[in-house]
C-alpha cells in the first residue's frame, strides 16, 4: 500500500507565474487570522494512508472527571490554582458512525493537559490500527515554517490608495525570526521596506488549531457506534479545607470540610460526573508532549542604524528597540498565555464516599460543571458536637536542661463514631477558630495528613507564653553503671483555670527513666508524663535517668 | 537572467547549482527507533546524476540530524565530501553577504505612489546599512521612508535549515536509488500498559501499547518503522547530552526474573518490534500502537511495608499497595515487556474504571514475576516503634521493636513487613512470629490485621556496634 505523492509541502507543486493584480482593497489586519479561521475548520488527513474517512467524532454525550491531588502534596497545604500539580481521570462517550475500510476519528476538544500514552479508546466496532495526538498546531509561525519554498502571494498595499499588490513568490527562509522571499525581481526581506507586506498562503495545511488525538480504525463494514475515551490530564488538583469552630467552653468542636477541585485547562466539561480519589497514588511526572506554539514571528531586519541615533544610550536603545517593535514588527502573541484561575463558583453538594480498591473515592452526587480554568467547592463533611481535649504538651530531650519552654497546645480527639466522627479524613488544611462574642477569631492553621477511621486526631494549635516548661538537672548521679541522674521539670501555669499537660520525652540509646514522682507511661515507645496544672501554679516533676552502660 | 533564476526556483529542484534529491513517490523511508531518544533512518531516494563531479542536496531529512552518522550509498558513486551547512538564511545574513555587492533599491514616493529604482553598492552593514548610490553615500531608510531591498540571488551556502550535501563522482549519468542513513535523536519510544483489575476473580487484563514520540522537527512521511528494545551502548554526542534524565533509583518490581524466551523476532539481545504498516510519524506527534492483549491472567493484590532502619516511624503510615503477576506462559501474560508505564485501573461501585495508580517497569524477560506498586492503602496503616535500647555489652545493643497494625477496612488483609538494614550483624533474639531471613540485611513477617482490627508484631534485635 504505498499511495502517490504525499509530501505536505509540495515540493513538485506547479510552478507559479508572477500574477500582478490590482483594483481591490484588502483588509490587512484581518487577514493572517482570516487565513487561520478558515483553515482551522478544513484540515486535511496529515499522511499518505489510504483513509477512507476522516471524521470527527461528536460532542461527548457524557462526561466524567475523576481529580487525583498532587501526588508530592501528601501532607496537606493548599493547592496553588497557577500550577496545579495534580491529574485527572477523564472519560467521555461520543457517537460516531464509520464507513467500511480504514477511517480515522477525531477527538476535538481534549483537555491540552492530554497524557496522550494513557489514552483508551472502548467500544470502537473495528481494529485499531493506531492512535495520534498532534501537537504542532496552526499559528501565523507554523504556517509560514510549513509553506517554505513553497509558492504563496505576496501582498503590498498602497497606503496612499488602498490598492493591494498581489506578487507571486517563494518563501526562502524563516530562520532566527527573519523571513527571506524571492520573487521575480530578486530576493527581499519581509518588512524591511517600511512598506505594508504580509503573505497569502495557498489553503492546504494539515495543521490543527488544538491538539487533537485521533484514532486509526479498520472496519469490515459501516458501523455505528458509542465510544468512550479515556484518558489522563495534567493541570487538575483538589484539596480538602476544613474548618473547625470550637464552643465558648472548648469541649466541643463542629467540624466542617470542603473539597476544593480546579481545572487549570483550557477546556471545561460540562455536566460532568465528578469524582475525587483521596490518598496516595503512584504516579511518574508523565511528561505531556509540548505543544508547540513555534513562537512569534518578529520579521527581524538588518541592522538598522541611522545618522540620528548617534551616540546610543543604553537607555535609548531600549527604547527604540521596544518602538521598532511595535510599530514596525507583526508580534504575534501565542495562544499559550495561561491566564491564571479566573472563576471560584460554591456549590452546596455533599459528596458521597465509597472505596476504590485501597482508595476512597467520593462522588459528587449530581452532575456538575467544570469550566476551564476554574476552581469549585463542594461540601465533603459537617459534624458538630465532637469532644475534643485541650492539651498543652512540650518534648523535652531527657537528659537537656531547658531554661523556659513555651508549651504547644493542641486539640486531641479520635476518629470514631463515639467522638462523632468514623469516616475517612482525607489529608488537606484545617483552619480552627473559636467564638468572641457575636465575631470568630482565627487561632489555628495546621496541615492534615490522610487519617482513616480510629486513628487519633492531633489539631496543633500553636504555642502558649502563659505555660512555660523549665527542665533543670537537678543532681548528678554517681559515674559508674548504677549512678542515676535526678532531673527536675517545672511547668509554670498563668492561666487562670487549670490545664492538662502532657511531657514527652526523648532517650538516647541505652538511656532508661529508673523512677519518677509521677506514673510514667509510655506511648510510641516514649516516656510520657500527664500532669495537671492548678491555675496560676507551677506543677514539679523529678524522675532519675540512668545512663546505662558507660565506658 | 532573472527569468531563468524563476523558472529554476519555482520548480523548485536546483538551488545555487545542487541538485536536491527527490522526495517523491519514489522515496522509501525505514525508521529504526532505539529506545527514548535515539532512531536510525534509512531514506531510500532516486536521484538522477550527471556524469562527473557534483554536489546533491538532501532536504527532509532530521532537523536534528547527527552529520557525522550519515552515510550515503548507490551504485557507481565515489563519495568526495560530505558537508552540513548550518549558515542560516536571515536578512542580515544576506545584507552582510552583501556588502561589497550591488543591490537594487526602490523607492516609493509615499505621496504619490510613483516608484524610482536605482543600483546601489552595500559599503557596510555594521549597526546600519550604509551605501553607495552613484557618487554619494547614503544610510539605508536614514529619513525612515519605505525603500525595498533587491537582491540578486541568495548567496550560496546560506539555508532556511541546516542542510546535508554531500559532493560525490560518477562515470555515467542516469536515475538511480541512492540510500542515506544516520542517527538523529528526537524520536523515541516506549511501551504503555493499561492493567484492569478485578478483585474479586483476582484476575486482571492487560493492554500494551507501543508509544511513539517525534520531536526531531521533521514528518517522516509513509515510514517502514521498526522498534527495538535494549540499550545500544553509545558514546556521549553533543546532540545526547540533554534529555538524559533517568528516574530516581527506586524498589526494584522484578521480583524474579524470567527464564522464557518469546515468540518476538529478536536480533542479538534486543527484542524487535515491527510496526505492522507503513505510518507516517509527524512531527510533533505521539502515535500508540497495540502490540498486547491480555485478558484473564491471575494477580493478587497485597500489602507491604518497609522500616529501613531500627527507629521508630510515627505517626502511622500507610502500606502500599502492591499488585503481583507473573509474564510466563503458563499463568502469565505470556510474553516479555518492554520497559514503559504500567497504569491500573479499578472497577468504582458503578462499574466505572478508575484510575488508581501506576508503576514503571523495565524491559522484563518472559516468566519474570512483577510486583508492582499502585500508591499508598489509605486504611492500612504501621507504626513501627522502638519499645526499648539496651546496652548488654561494650559494643553489644538490644533493640526492642514493635510494630502496630491497624486496618480501617471492613477486609482481613495480610501485611508482608520488611525490617531492613540489618546489615547482617543483627540476630533476632525474639519475636511474637516467625520470620524469614530473605537476606542478611532484610527479615520478612507476613502480617494478618483483621478486618477492622489491629494487630501487632514485636521482635527483638541485637546487634553489634
Redesign the interface.
Known amino acids: 500500500?504505498?499511495?502517490?505523492?504525499?509530501?505536505?509541502h509540495g515540493?513538485?507543486?506547479r510552478?507559479?507565474r508572477?500574477r500582478p493584480r490590482r483594483g481591490r482593497s484588502a483588509h490587512l489586519i484581518a487577514f493572517l487570522s482570516a487565513i487561520a479561521a478558515g483553515l482551522a475548520g478544513s484540515c486535511a488527513s496529515?499522511?499518505?494512508?489510504a483513509i477512507a474517512a476522516d471524521l470527527v467524532a461528536g460532542e461527548p454525550s457524557d462526561l466524567?472527571v475523576?481529580i487525583?491531588r498532587a501526588p508530592g502534596r501528601v501532607g496537606g497545604g493548599s493547592i496553588d490554582l497557577d500550577a496545579l500539580g495534580g491529574f485527572a481521570?477523564i472519560?467521555e462517550t461520543r457517537s460516531i458512525s464509520l464507513p467500511a475500510g480504514e477511517s480515522r476519528v477525531r477527538f476535538e476538544g481534549v483537555a491540552d493537559g492530554i497524557i496522550?500514552?494513557?489514552?483508551?479508546v472502548t467500544g470502537l466496532p473495528g481494529r485499531?490500527?493506531?492512535?495520534?495526538?498532534?501537537?504542532?498546531l496552526l499559528t501565523p509561525a507554523s504556517l509560514l515554517a510549513a509553506a517554505?519554498?513553497a509558492?504563496v502571494e505576496l501582498l503590498r498595499t498602497?497606503?496612499?490608495?488602498g490598492r493591494t499588490e498581489r506578487i507571486a513568490g517563494?518563501i526562502?527562509?524563516?530562520?532566527?525570526?527573519?523571513?527571506?522571499f524571492?520573487t521575480?525581481?530578486?530576493?527581499?526581506?519581509?518588512r524591511?521596506?517600511?512598506?505594508p507586506e504580509a503573505f497569502a498562503f495557498s489553503s492546504a495545511t494539515?495543521l490543527k488549531a488544538r491538539p487533537t488525538l485521533s484514532v486509526s480504525v479498520e472496519t469490515a463494514e459501516p458501523a455505528s457506534a458509542v465510544v468512550t475515551l479515556?484518558y489522563?490530564s495534567t493541570n487538575f488538583d483538589w484539596a480538602a479545607d476544613y474548618v473547625g469552630k470550637l464552643s465558648p467552653d472548648g469541649g466541643k468542636l463542629a467540624l466542617g470540610a470542603w473539597v476544593t477541585l480546579a481545572n487549570g485547562n483550557g477546556a471545561g466539561f460540562p455536566a460532568a460526573r465528578s469524582?475525587i480519589?483521596?490518598?496516595?497514588?503512584?504516579?511518574?511526572n508523565?511528561d505531556v508532549?509540548?505543544?508547540?506554539y513555534s513562537g512569534p514571528i518578529l520579521a527581524?531586519?538588518?541592522?538598522?542604524?541611522?545618522?540620528?541615533d548617534i551616540p546610543p544610550t543604553a537607555y535609548l536603545t531600549e527604547r527604540m528597540f521596544k518602538k521598532s517593535q511595535d510599530r514596525a514588527l507583526a508580534l504575534v502573541t501565542p495562544l499559550a498565555a495561561a491566564a491564571g484561575i479566573q472563576e471560584v463558583a460554591v456549590t452546596a453538594l455533599r459528596v458521597t464516599q465509597?472505596?476504590?480498591?485501597?482508595?476512597?473515592?467520593y462522588r459528587v452526587p449530581e452532575r456538575t460543571t467544570i469550566a476551564s480554568r476554574q476552581s469549585k467547592q463542594v461540601r465533603l463533611l459537617d459534624r458538630s458536637g465532637i469532644p475534643v481535649q485541650r492539651l498543652y504538651g512540650a518534648e523535652l530531650d531527657a537528659d537537656t536542661d531547658v531554661d523556659a519552654l513555651a508549651a504547644t497546645m493542641f486539640l486531641r480527639t479520635k476518629n470514631d463514631a463515639q467522638h462523632h466522627l468514623g469516616l475517612?479524613l482525607p489529608s488537606g488544611h484545617i483552619a480552627v477558630f473559636v467564638p468572641r462574642g457575636s465575631a470568630e477569631l482565627l487561632v489555628s492553621e495546621a496541615p492534615m495528613?490522610?487519617l482513616?477511621?480510629?486513628?487519633e486526631l492531633e489539631i496543633p494549635l500553636g504555642t502558649s507564653p502563659d505555660v512555660q516548661v523549665t527542665a533543670i538537672l537537678q543532681r548528678r548521679g554517681a559515674t559508674g553503671a548504677s549512678g542515676a541522674d535526678r532531673r527536675r521539670i517545672m511547668i509554670r501555669n498563668a492561666h487562670a483555670e487549670p490545664i492538662a499537660f502532657e511531657l514527652r520525652l526523648q532517650?538516647t540509646?541505652?538511656e532508661?527513666i529508673v523512677q519518677s514522682d509521677h506514673r510514667l507511661e509510655?506511648k510510641?515507645?516514649?516516656p510520657l508524663f500527664r500532669l495537671q496544672v492548678p491555675a496560676h501554679a507551677t506543677a514539679t516533676l523529678t524522675y532519675q535517668l540512668l545512663h546505662?552502660?558507660t565506658? | 537572467m532573472?527569468?531563468l533564476l524563476?523558472?529554476v526556483?519555482?520548480?523548485?529542484i536546483l538551488i545555487a547549482g545542487a541538485a536536491?534529491a527527490g522526495?517523491?513517490?519514489d522515496r522509501d523511508l525505514a525508521v529504526t527507533i532505539y529506545g527514548e531518544d535515539l532512531a536510525l533512518i534509512q531514506d531510500q531516494r532516486e536521484i538522477d546524476l550527471a556524469a562527473g563531479r557534483q554536489r546533491i542536496e538532501f532536504?527532509?531529512v532530521s532537523a536534528q540530524i547527527r552529520p557525522e552518522t550519515a552515510s550515503l550509498s548507490a551504485r557507481d558513486i565515489r563519495i568526495v565530501e560530505q558537508n552540513f551547512d548550518f549558515d542560516?538564511?536571515?536578512?542580515?545574513k544576506?545584507?552582510?553577504k552583501a556588502v561589497g555587492h550591488v543591490v537594487?533599491i526602490?523607492r516609493?514616493n509615499?505621496?504619490?505612489?510613483a516608484e524610482t529604482r536605482e543600483q546601489a553598492e552595500v559599503l557596510a552593514?555594521?549597526?546600519?546599512?550604509i551605501l553607495k548610490i552613484g557618487e554619494r553615500i547614503e544610510?539605508?531608510?536614514?529619513d525612515?521612508?519605505?525603500?525595498?531591498?533587491?537582491?540578486?540571488?541568495?548567496p550560496d551556502n546560506?539555508?532556511?535549515?541546516p542542510t546535508l550535501s554531500v559532493t560525490l563522482e560518477t562515470s555515467h549519468a542516469g536515475k538511480r536509488g541512492a540510500t542515506l542513513s544516520y542517527l538523529t535523536p528526537g524520536l523515541g519510544w516506549?511501551a504503555?500498559y493499561?492493567a484492569l483489575?478485578d478483585?474479586a476473580a483476582g484476575k486482571i487484563d492487560v493492554?500494551g501499547?507501543i508509544?511513539l514520540?517525534n520531536?526531531s522537527g521533521t514528518?517522516y512521511?509513509?515510514a517502514r518503522t521498526l522498534l527495538v528494545a535494549g540499550t545500544p551502548s553509545q558514546v556521549d554526542s553533543p546532540a545526547q547530552t540533554y534529555n538524559q534524565w533517568r528516574?530516581p533509583v527506586r524498589r526494584g518490581n522484578l521480583e524474579a526474573a524470567g527464564t522464557e524466551t518469546g515468540t518476538r523476532e529478536r536480533l542479538g539481545d534486543f527484542y524487535l518490534y515491527p510496526l505492522p504498516?507503513?505510518?507516517?510519524i509527524?512531527?510533533?506527534?505521539?502515535?500508540?500502537?497495540?502490540f498486547l492483549d491480555v485478558h484473564g491472567v491471575p494477580a493478587e493484590?497485597a500489602y507491604e511495608f518497609r522500616n529501613a532502619w531500627l527507629a521508630?516511624v510515627?505517626?502511622?503510615q500507610?502500606a502500599k499497595?502492591v499488585y503481583r503477576f507473573s509474564t510466563s506462559a503458563h499463568a502469565g501474560l505470556g510474553d516479555q515487556l518492554p520497559a514503559g508505564?504500567l497504569?491500573f485501573y479499578?472497577h468504582?461501585?458503578r462499574g466505572?474504571?478508575?484510575?488508581?495508580?501506576?508503576?514503571?517497569i523495565e524491559h522484563t524477560p518472559m516468566g519474570s514475576t512483577l510486583s508492582l506498586?499502585?500508591?499508598?492503602?489509605?486504611?492500612?496503616?504501621i507504626?513501627a516503634?522502638?519499645?526499648?535500647?539496651?546496652?548488654k555489652?561494650?559494643r553489644d545493643?538490644q533493640t526492642d521493636m514493635?510494630y502496630e497494625f491497624?486496618n480501617?477496612?471492613p477486609a482481613p488483609v495480610i501485611v508482608t513487613l520488611l525490617q531492613t538494614g540489618l546489615w547482617g550483624d543483627a540476630r533476632i533474639v525474639a519475636q511474637s512470629q516467625p520470620s524469614l531471613r530473605r537476606s542478611a540485611d532484610v527479615a520478612e513477617w507476613a502480617v494478618s490485621v483483621p478486618a477492622?482490627g489491629q494487630s501487632q508484631v514485636t521482635a527483638s534485635f541485637e546487634t553489634q556496634y
Open positions: 500500500m504505498r499511495p502517490g505523492p504525499s509530501h505536505p515540493l513538485r507543486a510552478r507559479p508572477p496529515g499522511d499518505g494512508r466524567s475523576t487525583y481521570l472519560s496522550a500514552q494513557s489514552a483508551l485499531v490500527v493506531e492512535k495520534n495526538r498532534d501537537a504542532e517554505l519554498g509558492p498602497d497606503a496612499k490608495t517563494v526562502r527562509s524563516d530562520a532566527d525570526g527573519g523571513v527571506v524571492e521575480s525581481e530578486g530576493v527581499e526581506a519581509l524591511c521596506s517600511g512598506l494539515t479515556s489522563l469524582q480519589v483521596a490518598g496516595r497514588v503512584n504516579h511518574d508523565n508532549e509540548p505543544v508547540t527581524r531586519c538588518w541592522p538598522r542604524g541611522s545618522t540620528s465509597e472505596q476504590l480498591g485501597d482508595l476512597k473515592l475517612p495528613r490522610d482513616a477511621q480510629g486513628e532517650l540509646a541505652g532508661q509510655s510510641d515507645g516514649r546505662g552502660h565506658s | 532573472r527569468l524563476w523558472s526556483l519555482g520548480a523548485g536536491v522526495t517523491g513517490a532536504a527532509d542560516l538564511l536571515t536578512p542580515a544576506l545584507m552582510e537594487t526602490v516609493v509615499p505621496a504619490t505612489g552593514a555594521n549597526g546600519g546599512v544610510v539605508l531608510r536614514d525612515g521612508l519605505p525603500v525595498r531591498v533587491i537582491f540578486d540571488k541568495v546560506l539555508r532556511a535549515r516506549h504503555d493499561v483489575y478483585a493492554q501499547w508509544t514520540t520531536t514528518t512521511t509513509e528516574p504498516e507503513r505510518t507516517t509527524a512531527n510533533q506527534q505521539t502515535k500508540q500502537v497495540s493484590h521508630s510515627t505517626p502511622a500507610s499497595s508505564v497504569r479499578l468504582d461501585q466505572e474504571p478508575q484510575f488508581i495508580g501506576e508503576d514503571r506498586v499502585t500508591g499508598d492503602a489509605f486504611d492500612v496503616k507504626k516503634v522502638v519499645a526499648k535500647r539496651t546496652r555489652a561494650e545493643w514493635r491497624t480501617a477496612s477492622n
